[in-house]
T-cell receptor, first 118, second 112 residues
Framework: GAGVSQSPSNKVTEKGKDVELRCDPI?????LYWYRQSLGQGLEFLIY????????KSGLPSDRFSAERTGGSVSTLTIQRTQQEDSAVYLC????????????????FGNGTRLTVT | QKEVEQNSGPLSVPEGAIASLNCTYS??????FFWYRQYSGKSPELIMF??SNGDKEDGRFTAQLNKASQYVSLLIRDSQPSDSATYLC????????????WGAGTKLIIKP
């Protein structure tokens, strides 16, 4: 079956523009994560969706960042008024239950969106 | 501040030798430990997990956990050039069943 799909794979934008990143998780996976990966840094947690529960937005770095998950499936991460420090790879992951501490529910990652803000 | 530390490398190992990757963590309450492999330009994929103190073997891979010293390691026996990648250590966040804390990764290079 299909894995986690992210689009676009690359995005170059000018400082101050808004961007929208898309994630299509594995069908049936209830949990969806967004992470940011900068060069030489660990994965930075951004936001977590689980079913119909309120998302955990505690990792969003500023109010310029927002995310939605429609119908419990596709998710979009929106960055408004982009800044150069937003340049990074944005990774989406899904899992069958969201129990990240359980080996029964490992994270399946997409190939990421490489965002470059000029 | 909950942290996971890894040596960024690169760690260069001759083909056929044992590669040893280490990870330390600060949250004493952590219970689950994962190793993900990430090829350049690709997404991370899970290769090993461990919950209990001691060793866990899976093919050429062995994960070792020492909770008293708060470290977890990954050994790769008979290293192959295809093992060249960045290895990410991830540790669950005590009190959360869905958050993982990630190390920055160790870049491993296997030289033919």
């Amino acid at each position: 079956g299909a894995g986690v799909s992210q689009s676009p794979s690359n995005k170059v934008t000018e400082k101050g523009k808004d961007v929208e990143l898309r994630c299509d998780p594995i069908s049936g996976h209830t949990a969806l994560y967004w992470y940011r990966q900068s060069l030489g840094q660990g994965l930075e947690f951004l936001i977590y969706f689980q079913g119909n529960s309120a998302p955990d937005k505690s990792g969003l770095p500023s109010d310029r960042f927002s995310a939605e998950r429609t119908g419990g499936s596709v998710s979009t991460l929106t960055i408004q008024r982009t800044q150069q420090e937003d340049s990074a790879v944005y990774l989406c992951a899904s899992s069958s239950s969201g129990q990240a501490s359980s080996y029964n529910s490992p994270l399946h990652f997409g190939n990421g969106t490489r965002l470059t803000v000029t | 501040q909950k942290e996971v530390e890894q040596n960024s490398g690169p760690l260069s190992v001759p083909e056929g030798a044992i590669a040893s990757l280490n990870c330390t963590y600060s949250d004493r309450g952590s219970q689950s430990f994962f190793w993900y492999r990430q090829y350049s330009g690709k997404s991370p994929e899970l290769i090993m997990f461990i919950y209990s103190n001691g060793d866990k073997e899976d093919g050429r891979f062995t994960a070792q956990l020492n909770k008293a010293s708060q470290y977890v390691s990954l050994l790769i026996r008979d290293s192959q050039p295809s093992d060249s990648a960045t290895y990410l250590c991830a540790v669950n966040f005590y009190g959360s069943n869905y958050q993982l804390i990630w190390g920055a990764g160790t870049k491993l290079i296997i030289k033919p």
